[in-house]
């Protein structure tokens, strides 16, 4: 069975231009979560969709910040446009059910995105 | 609010040594205790967990056991091997309120030879 799969692994962009970041649950989990790390800090959340539906987007950081998941699948985040603060890895999860004690998140390798 | 507070690294030790990674937590309520790990060029893998008070989660060698009446969750570990070098991360899931992993700022284990 496919994990969770995130695209790209690694992007490098400039200050000012578009970066969109593709994360593909596991086939069937319907909350997906989108989480970041910037150099050294925690690992903080940004939002969780269940099914297509936005459950909670209190860890978006600003309106540059734009989560799509049409039609319940897979989700894209588009930073728009980039910061150098925006620097870090964006880690995509994904869960059958809402990850109480015997739910696992199952988290994908994380695309590392570098604002220069 | 909720947090969770890990001791800073990197953490350097040399093989078969004994591991300890200090992790406290402040939430309301009775979360669920986690600690991932991020091996180099990999995604964060759950490593352990414990879901009520006095609950030890263990895999691989490492154990912690969930105190409430410290509010710890201490990953430890008797004898660690160079295959261990990685960061890890503890994280809290709060059961009330928006639900989502709450997670520390990782600490990165070396393991020399």
């Known amino acids: 069975e496919a994990g969770v799969t995130q695209f790209p692994s690694h992007s490098v962009i400039e200050k000012g231009q578009t970066v969109t970041l593709r994360c593909d649950p596991i086939?069937?989990?319907?909350?997906l979560y989108w989480y970041r790390r910037v150099m050294g800090k925690e690992i903080k959340f940004l939002l969780h969709f269940v099914k297509e539906s936005k459950q909670d987007e209190s860890g978006m950081p600003n309106n540059r910040f734009l989560a799509e998941r049409t039609g319940g699948t897979y989700s894209t985040l588009k930073v728009q446009p980039a910061e150098l603060e925006d620097s870090g890895v964006y880690f995509c999860?994904?869960?059958?059910?809402?990850?109480?004690?015997?739910?696992?998140?199952?988290f994908g390798e994380g695309s590392w995105l570098t604002v220069v | 609010g909720n947090s969770v507070t890990q001791m800073e690294g990197p953490v350097t030790l040399s093989e078969e040594a004994f591991l300890t990674i200090n992790c406290t937590y402040t939430?309301?309520?009775?979360?669920?205790l986690f600690w991932y790990v991020q091996y180099p060029g990999e995604g964060l893998q759950l490593l352990l967990k414990?879901?009520?008070?006095?609950d030890k989660g263990s895999n691989k060698g490492f154990e912690a056991t969930y105190r409430k009446e410290t509010t710890s969750f201490h990953l430890e570990k008797g004898s660690v091997q160079v295959s261990d070098s990685a960061v890890y991360f503890c994280?809290?899931?709060?059961?009330?309120?928006?639900?989502?992993?709450?997670f520390g700022t990782g600490t990165r284990l070396l393991v020399s030879p």
């Open positions: 939430a309301t309520g009775y979360p669920s």
């Open positions: 999860a994904s869960s059958q059910g809402v990850g109480r004690k015997g739910n696992t998140i199952y």
């Open positions: 086939s069937g989990h319907d909350n």
């Open positions: 414990a879901t009520k008070a006095d």
């Open positions: 994280a809290l899931w709060a059961n009330t309120g928006f639900q989502k992993l709450v």
